[in-house]
C-alpha cells in the first residue's frame, strides 16, 4: 500500500508541476474531509482484489476544475491488464498512468491479471483558479447495491450534491433515504430515483434536503447496482472556499475504528447514527498521549436513525489520533471537519 500511495504521489508531483511541500499546503487549506471507518483489520495489511470499479468525475464545468484518474499497480512481479472505458492498456510492474476525466462523467476501470489485487485508483480535483479553493480526491470503487454516507450538510453555505453511476447494460432504480437529527426526512420525488444504463444521475441534495446541518444517506439499488459519489463544496456567497468528496460508510457494525484524525484542529466533529435500532455507545480516543473515553460519550443511547454528534476539538489538542466507536447495535460513523 505504501509502494502504491508513493507512486500516485510522485505522478502527482509531476503533472501538476509543484513541489511536494505545495501540494501539501493545498491539500490542507480550504479543504473539507470526512473520514470513515473501517472494521477491515486485514485492510492496511493485505492488498485488496479488484476487479471492476467506477471513477466519478467533479460535476463542473472543465475550465474551473482540472481532474484526472490515478492508476498504480503495486505488484513487484506482475502486470495488469486494463480495460477503461473500452480502451485497453497494460501497467507493468510497479508503473503508474493517469488520464483525464470529464466534468461528471463516469470511467469504469476493468482490471486483469495477478498483478490486479495491488491496483489503486484514485481521482483528483482541483481548480483553476488562481486563487486556491482546495484539492479533492476519491477512491475509485466497485459497483454495489447498498451505501451509506453521513456528515452531509445542506446549511446555507454548503452544496451537497449526490452523482449515482450506473456501470451495466440496465436501468437501475435507486431508493434514497435520509436521516436528521429531527427523524426521517421527506426527499420528494428523489425517494425513487431511475438510472439510465451506462449513464450517471445527479441528485441534488441541497434542493432534495435543504437547510440540514446533518444528515445521513443512504443509497440503495432496488434494481441493478450503482457508484454514488458525494461531493461537497463551502461556500462565501459564489465564491468556493473548499471542496471534498464524502467517502461512504462501507461497513455497517458494532465496531467502528476511524484513523487519522488531526490534533489541533477546532472543526473536527464525530457522527454516529444507528442504522435500524436505538444502540448504547461508547467512543474511546487512541492517541500518543494514552486511551481515554471521549467526555460524555460513555455508554450514552443513540436513537436509530438519528445523527448524533460529538465535538472533538477539545478531546484531541496534542497530537494525531484514532477513534473507536462501540455499540450494542450497528452504527455508522465518520469524522467531519472544514478548515479556511
Known amino acids: 500500500m505504501r509502494n502504491i500511495l508513493s507512486q500516485i504521489f510522485r505522478l502527482l508531483v509531476r503533472e501538476i508541476r509543484v513541489p511536494a511541500v505545495a501540494i501539501l499546503i493545498a491539500a490542507s487549506v480550504g479543504l473539507g474531509y470526512v473520514e470513515v471507518s473501517t472494521t477491515d483489520k486485514g485492510e492496511?495489511?493485505?492488498?485488496?482484489?479488484?476487479?471492476?470499479?467506477?471513477?466519478?468525475?467533479?460535476?463542473?464545468?472543465?475550465?474551473?476544475?482540472?481532474?484526472?484518474?490515478?492508476?498504480?499497480?503495486?505488484?513487484?512481479?506482475?502486470?495488469?491488464?486494463?480495460?477503461?472505458?473500452?480502451?485497453?492498456?497494460?501497467?507493468?510492474?510497479?508503473?503508474?498512468?493517469?488520464?483525464?476525466?470529464?466534468?461528471?462523467?463516469?470511467?469504469?476501470?476493468?482490471?486483469?491479471?495477478?498483478?490486479?489485487?495491488?491496483?489503486?485508483?484514485?481521482?483528483?480535483?482541483?481548480?483553476?483558479?488562481?486563487?486556491?479553493?482546495?484539492?479533492?480526491?476519491?477512491?475509485?470503487?466497485?459497483?454495489?447495491?447498498?451505501?451509506?454516507?453521513?456528515?452531509?450538510?445542506?446549511?446555507?453555505?454548503?452544496?451537497?450534491?449526490?452523482?449515482?453511476?450506473?456501470?451495466?447494460?440496465?436501468?437501475?432504480?435507486?431508493?434514497l433515504s435520509a436521516y436528521s437529527q429531527d427523524g426521517e426526512l421527506q426527499v420528494g420525488q428523489f425517494r425513487r430515483v431511475l438510472v439510465p444504463a451506462n449513464k450517471v444521475r445527479l441528485v441534488d441534495l441541497t434542493q432534495a434536503i435543504p437547510g440540514v446541518s446533518t444528515a445521513s444517506i443512504r443509497v440503495h439499488a432496488v434494481e441493478g447496482r450503482i457508484t454514488p459519489s458525494l461531493q461537497t463544496e463551502v461556500l462565501s456567497g459564489e465564491k468556493k472556499l473548499g471542496r471534498t468528496f464524502i467517502a461512504p460508510v462501507t461497513e455497517i457494525s458494532n465496531t467502528a475504528v476511524i484513523t487519522g484524525i488531526r490534533g489541533n484542529s477546532e472543526k473536527q466533529q464525530l457522527v454516529i447514527m444507528p442504522t435500524a435500532e436505538d444502540a448504547i455507545v461508547t467512543v474511546r480516543i487512541h492517541s500518543s498521549d494514552g486511551s481515554f473515553i471521549l467526555a460524555g460519550a460513555e455508554n450514552v443511547l443513540a436513537p436509530k436513525q438519528t445523527p448524533m454528534i460529538f465535538d472533538l476539538s477539545s478531546a484531541i489538542t496534542s497530537s494525531d489520533a484514532a477513534i473507536e466507536v462501540t455499540a450494542d447495535q450497528p452504527v455508522i460513523a465518520a469524522v467531519r471537519g472544514f478548515e479556511k
Not at 505488484?75 to 466534468?103: E, R
Not at 453521513?150 to 440496465?170: E, K
Open 44 to 175: 492496511y495489511t493485505s492488498p485488496r482484489q479488484i476487479n471492476v470499479v467506477q471513477c466519478i468525475g467533479w460535476k463542473e464545468d472543465a475550465s474551473k476544475v482540472a481532474q484526472r484518474i490515478y492508476m498504480s499497480n503495486g505488484n513487484a512481479a506482475s502486470s495488469v491488464n486494463l480495460v477503461i472505458n473500452g480502451k485497453t492498456t497494460t501497467l507493468k510492474p510497479q508503473q503508474a498512468l493517469s488520464q483525464d476525466i470529464k466534468s461528471g462523467a463516469g470511467v469504469s476501470v476493468i482490471s486483469e491479471g495477478d498483478g490486479s489485487n495491488a491496483l489503486a485508483t484514485t481521482i483528483v480535483a482541483r481548480s483553476r483558479d488562481k486563487v486556491a479553493s482546495g484539492v479533492a480526491a476519491d477512491t475509485c470503487r466497485a459497483p454495489s447495491d447498498e451505501w451509506w454516507f453521513t456528515g452531509v450538510r445542506t446549511l446555507s453555505g454548503f452544496s451537497a450534491r449526490l452523482l449515482l453511476a450506473n456501470p451495466d447494460n440496465a436501468d437501475a432504480i435507486v431508493a
